[in-house]
């Protein structure tokens, strides 16, 4: 099964991301896109009801996960290979600073 994330803006769901065979899918919820009140994700990820994809994890998602010391603790703590950066997401952006925090879908 694949592993997914709810994305959430300003703590209102905005959307999916996947990870897929091909790589990773995001794309925002129907709902989310018809509220006038909606932004989006990223400066790279405008508004739209196509599903952005990439073959590497979009940038801004990877620029959500921890770096340094704090990712070496995540590393040891939570048993998590540096590597998988989707895995990182989803474990450790669910309370990050900013507007922008990830779910695990179950």
């Known amino acids: 099964m694949a592993r997914a994330g709810k994305v959430f803006v300003r703590n209102k769901p905005a959307g999916l ?9 995001f794309i925002y919820d129907t709902d989310y896109l018809s509220d006038e ?3 989006p994700v990223s400066l790279t990820m405008p508004l ?23 990712l070496k603790v995540v590393e040891r703590n939570w048993k998590i290979d540096g590597k ?3 895995g990182l997401l989803l474990a450790v952006c669910r309370d990050c600073i900013g507007d922008v925090h990830i779910e695990a879908e179950e």
């Open 48 to 70: 739209s009801p196509d599903a952005y994809k990439s073959n590497v994890l979009f940038p801004f998602f990877d620029g959500l996960i921890p770096e340094g010391w704090l």
């Open 37 to 39: 009140n909606a932004v």
């Open 84 to 86: 998988d950066r989707f």
């Open 17 to 25: 991301i996947y990870e897929t065979d091909e790589g990773y899918e």
